[in-house]
Structure formats: C-alpha cells, structure tokens
C-alpha cells in the first residue's frame, strides 16, 4: 500500500493514511480512459435538435405553375426543401447520444484516473475540510494556503458549510465520494480527497 502524508486545512501535517494498491496502483491505458471520458461527455448531450420535414411545413400542396411552356425550372409544391420556408433535407432529429461502456470498464477507468493524480502527486489528503459557516472568503483562504487553486475536492458525507462556500469560486468543484468520475478526476489539476471519502472510494471500487 502508498503511504500519503495527512495534512489539515492550515497545510500542516497531521498524520499518515494507507491508500491501497487495488485502486491506487493499477497500470494505466490512455485509451480505456479515453473511452470513458467520451462516453461521459456524449451522455450530457441533449439530443433535442430538430429540424421540420418537407411533411412537417405547414402549406398548400398545389403544384405552383405548370410544368411546361413558362422556360422556368420545374416546381411542385411551396413546402419544396429548394423553396424559401420550404422542409428541411437531412437535417438533425432527437437522438440519444449515449455510448454504452461496461461497469467493468468504467470501475477500471476511475481506478487509473485515481492511479494518475497519485503518480504525478496531484493529490492531496485532508483530515477533514470543516468551516465554522459558509464563507466563501474563509474557503478562498483556505484552498490558497494548501496551493489548490483548480482542484477537486471529495467528500465522505455531506458537508454544507464547504459546499456552499465553494460553490462561486472559479476552478474548484466539491463532490460526495459517489459521485466521483473519470472526467472531473482528469479535468482538475489537483485531486483532495477527505480521509472520510478514502474509505467510500474503497467500498465502492473494490468488490
């Protein structure tokens, strides 16, 4: 197991915890994390563009003028995708964009993600994160004090005070532990786990 030094949020340390090999030292493949930062991304696509058919105009189905004797090109309809407000030809229609990838993979993805920050020590332990109240200046002291100005910062349980003090500030995001995904890991530049939240990881990704 990787030791990690322990450190409260003045930045001083306070102890030592065990981070286990099964997810924070796992071999690392670009493209499984690449497949699972794709499909997540493609899940948060709405999918709701819709363009109106040549069915879907709303006009006379007259045929304009006839088809020979004027010299003009031949018509038939106003609702004609060639005529001004006419339908639409090949346009987009409502579709999910979701990529299906196994649990397996995505359990694997998030324990590379994991395995990365630890290699390139982007990642911080707290013995916990607790603000007397939900002060954003009191937050913004705290984070510049451990140097996490972009990071992500994981929680074990609920923690209000932190969540709301944190929510304005630019390049830092606060998440529960199952929550916790390829994405917002890779998307960070530092990684600040709560001693609380190693043990949700552990439950969650070790079976």
Do not use: W
Not at 28 to 47: D, E, F, I, Y
Not at 82 to 106: A, D, N, T
Not at 157 to 178: A, F, P, Y
Request: with cysteine; net charge positive.
């Amino acid at each position: 197991m990787a030791t990690v030094d322990v450190f409260n949020i003045q930045g001083n340390k306070v102890s030592q915890a065990e981070l286990p090999d099964a997810i924070f030292d796992v071999p690392v493949k670009k493209s499984v994390l690449h497949q699972v930062v794709v499909a997540q991304l493609a899940k948060r696509r709405a999918g709701t563009a819709k363009v109106k058919n040549r069915s879907d105009v709303a006009g006379s189905t007259r045929k304009l003028y006839k088809q020979k004797g004027t010299g003009r090109a031949r018509r038939g309809d106003i609702k004609s995708p060639l005529m001004r407000g006419g339908g639409v030809i090949f346009g987009p229609h409502p579709r999910s964009y979701e990529q299906k990838v196994p649990k397996k993979v995505r359990k694997l993805a998030l324990k590379m993600a994991l395995t990365c920050k630890l290699k390139e020590a982007e990642l911080m332990v707290l013995d916990n994160f607790d603000l007397t109240q939900a002060k954003t200046r009191d937050f913004v002291a705290a984070v510049s004090t451990l140097n996490a100005a972009n990071a992500l910062i994981v929680t074990g349980d609920t923690n209000q005070n932190l969540e709301l003090s944190s929510r304005n500030v630019q390049g830092i995001k606060v998440m529960r532990c199952e929550g916790l995904n390829v994405y917002d890991i890779l998307k960070y530049e530092k990684l600040v786990l709560l001693e609380d939240a190693i043990k949700g990881i552990e439950g969650r990704l070790i079976s």
